[in-house]
């Protein structure tokens, strides 16, 4: 009785230092976004260090638009103009990585304040450039001016949802649920507001990551003006697979 007691004791005393260092990292290590729930896979970049995470690449990379170093801490794209709405697409600097074959759900956070038609920037779900579903702190003129646009493109053709919005530090979350994409904002990473759903059934995400731009054509001029990312985060459910079990005889 008295080994069973001391072997309590120190089983006592080991979970017990085990929960003091768990805590003492968490304290020495605290995040700056929410982690996603039920999700069996999370991967985030803070833009903490220079060069980019290898798992990133550019589309139409402009280097003399986009900094690690401006803003230590976060990922900085300068807009310009480009398309990315519309039929065909120039727009510079998308920042994009592979996506998750199955269900997945991405996040950011930026420091944006547009203030002309058409700037944009926010998160990027992407084929190419005539199918892409966008959801972004943005400016047009023909909808609500300063706000949140959620958009999906199919073919060129672009559906939009949208809501008055003057913040300029916006968190923004893209949720892909088989053909249904569900959009939310929110001021502070905590407390969301759900901005609607797109179906498109036609697209096949191949790419996810970040965008900032400015829709105009030539004729029109608008401000480069700068969007500050301070996170990208993914969270995914990636199909486990159990190979069989084979038994050798004698």
């Known amino acids: 009785m008295k080994a069973k007691s001391l072997l309590q004791a120190s089983l006592t005393m ?22 996603a729930p039920s999700y069996d896979y999370i991967w985030e970049d803070n833009f903490d260090g220079f060069p980019l995470h290898p798992l990133w690449s550019w589309v139409r990379e402009d280097p003399t638009h986009w900094s690690l170093i401006d803003r230590p801490g976060f990922l900085r794209i300068t807009t310009q103009r480009g398309f990315l709405y519309g039929s065909g697409g ?4 998308l920042l994009l990585q592979s996506a998750p074959v199955r269900d997945f759900e991405i996040r950011t956070r930026v420091f944006f ?3 002309a038609n058409f700037h944009f920037a926010g998160l990027l779900i992407y084929d190419d450039d ?5 959801l972004n702190r943005g400016f047009c003129s023909f909808h609500f001016g300063s706000g949140i646009y959620f958009d999906s493109e199919v073919s060129g053709s672009t559906t939009t949802i949208s809501t008055t919005a003057s913040i300029t530090d916006t968190y923004l979350r ?11 904002y929110s001021p502070d990473g905590s407390n969301w507001t759900t901005l609607g759903s797109h179906t498109n059934n036609n697209l096949a995400p191949s790419k996810i990551g970040l965008v900032a731009a400015d ?34 005889g004698n």
């Not at 120039?90 to 600097?93: E, G, H, I, T």
């Not at 005539?130 to 966008?134: A, M, S, T």
């Open 14 to 35: 080991v979970i017990g230092t085990l929960t003091l260092l768990v805590f003492t990292l968490l304290l020495a290590n605290p995040t700056r976004s929410v982690a």
């Open 90 to 93: 120039d727009a510079k600097n």
């Open 113 to 115: 304040t547009p203030t």
């Open 130 to 134: 005539d199918n892409c579903i966008l």
């Open 174 to 184: 893209i949720e892909k649920a088989g053909a249904v994409y569900t959009a939310y």
């Open 215 to 248: 829709n105009n054509p030539p004729e029109l001029w608008a401000p480069e003006i700068l969007a500050d990312f301070d996170f990208f985060q993914l969270a995914a459910n990636y199909q486990k697979v159990f190979l069989p079990l084979v038994l050798k």
